[in-house]
């Protein structure tokens, strides 16, 4: 059993918003923290010990951060993974292990581990080459999916017919049947180093079509108890095949035949876990406190129906933040703003979220599309 | 209305848990924080924009410190109030205002300030000296209490006969009524530069009387809510008597008689507001931030059962820090942590506080005597 506070130094590759409110969380328990990303004007910059600007994927700059710290973490997957497989073998404690990074970073591998586990995932097929593609027996329409380094929407292309194929990605790729879900869920499951997992009950999710972000995001489920257990049990069996250590996100679509696919997996703190911060007993930052530091993990019962925003960027702002609405919203009660601390605001970037959480499901909806209405970030 | 986020640059007085907990909450609002604190180890040395060191007494050093922010609050009040006059003449905002912070810094005044505005407290007479105390018409047993820098329980004097006399305080004091309370009780009030004014339900505080602080607080009362809504109705009263932008701390005895008497006051978040972080709907620390940035003030209702209990330094260990039974108690659901990053221990010094919530009330009392009973602070 790891010390949890104060003599330990947790480092943490990224410094976004994720890292952000693992560190709001992290201060109850006097972990010192130490924080690597490449933009000085990062979220996390004025809360930590110690900030350093670099690359995250440049090796010698990922072994010399990790070598500070006593325990690394992630916030962000896109990370050089020989870098951390190299601070294990020295000793460092790398929680989700450098392997779990590795297989998740390739959509490919991803998928080829699905397959070989038995976890039900859209039917695909790697393509290494423009000729693949071509030569492929997939039937229109499909998508066509970066194996690395896609993220939030991009990196992902439809293929309708043929005429869509010059302008498909010449990267090694996966393409993936066209999933006709009638809804997208995720659930967020820990597992720390003794081996105890505990997931987060289900959880809805609306997406912007236009941003290809998460909008809206409800909890607890209403959808039939089975579909919520079955998951559930899913995502804690991804967990103990992959034998993580920490928190790994679990995206799922919902097919309208009442299938789950597994769609996507992140090792880390997730967007479709926010709500938990204020809607259940302990929250996924503390959870992953919890595991990487190889504590009893938290109860994950939610307390009330919460509803989680993203505070997008409007669609032509560029420039210095302006929050406008923001005492409005404070007017409603179990409302819930989390600012990510960016100066500048951008079309789309996600410059916040609110959580909006009441004991009326259809109350909480209310209020969620009001606050979705009231609050814009403009320039 | 002033901008909640970002454009206005906050300073604190005192960099202490209170800051430390504040600046939890104002990372959500993006609130750039700067501190001054004596202490170089001082809880919030990590976790602001900028850490000044220095003294908190001092009139330059407070004048120089507020020259760097726009708006000013304190989290301790003894600070250096012809400083922070001097800045509210200049136009920094200061909240609570200097004038509430030089009333409330000297009980004499404290105290005058009650019988003026018709504030049931306890009988009391300002004495100046010696002999003051000698000619007193007052009859054992009685309190004495220094006006000034009296906290946690110092400065207080138990005068039972007149063999208490040669040990008495010799500085300007007030002697009070000996108070034979049934209950301590205390009110968290918050009123903004508009006017608006909410309270937090009352709490009801046990003390540990070889510490003399508060070690078990539980919220909300079972006391009869003509008692609980008295207590409310007197919170508001004051802060609207004062005037005061941010929050007030109202300590309270219930007499046997079911009297209330206001004991003591402090302009500033307060240890017997440190369960509303999980037990309300904002915490004292959201609602203060609401106030003095002048927005709208949050719903304060009870969530659930809620005890804090302070975790004390151990009384025979005096070093650094060691946290034990800190992973039996995380065991438990509806047990929240918080240390505050000090890293030597003394006896009965604040090293942090649990909240312990529960939907049944004898379930609560029951996992906090479990939680008093596992997690000690030792060296």
Known sequence: MKAFYGDLKLGILGG?????????????????VKVLDPDREAPCRKLCEEFVVGSLSDYDTVYKFGKKVDLLTIEIEKVNVE?????EEEGVMVYPQSRVIRLIQDKGLQKQFFKENDI??????????????????FTFPYIQKLRRDGYDGKGVYKVIDANDLPGAFTEPSLIERFVDFEKEIAVIVARNE???????????????????????????????FEIQQEAEQLAKKIAEDLKIVGLL?????????????????????HNSGHQSI?????????????????????????????????????????????????????KCPGVY?????????????????VTIVDVDREKAIEKARYVQQTLKVVS
Chains 1, 2 share one sequence.
Do not use: W
């Open 16 to 32: 976004g918003q994720l890292g952000r409110m693992l560190i709001q969380q992290a201060i109850n328990y006097n972990v010192t």
């Open 83 to 87: 870098a951390l497989a190299k601070l």
């Open 120 to 137: 039900p995932t859209a039917e695909f097929q790697l393509i290494s080459s423009p000729e693949d593609l071509r030569n492929t027996a």
């Open 194 to 224: 003794s081996g105890e997992v505990k997931a987060f009950p289900m959880v809805e999710m609306e997406f912007n079509p236009q941003a290809n972000l998460v909008e809206f995001l409800i909890a607890p489920s209403t959808l039939p």
């Open 249 to 269: 996100a679990v995206e799922m679509f919902l097919e309208k035949n009442g299938r789950i696919l597994v769609n996507e997996l992140a090792p880390r703190p």
């Open 278 to 330: 204020e809607g259940n007993t302990v929250s996924q930052f503390e959870q992953h406190l919890r595991a990487i530091f190889d504590q009893p993990l938290g109860d994950t019962a939610c307390l009330h129906n919460a509803i989680m925003i993203n505070v997008l960027g409007e669609e032509s702002h560029e420039g210095p933040a302006v929050y406008k609405g923001i005492e409005k919203v404070l």
């Open 337 to 353: 703003v989390h600012l990510y601390g960016k100066a500048l605001t951008k079309p789309f970037r996600k410059m916040g979220h």
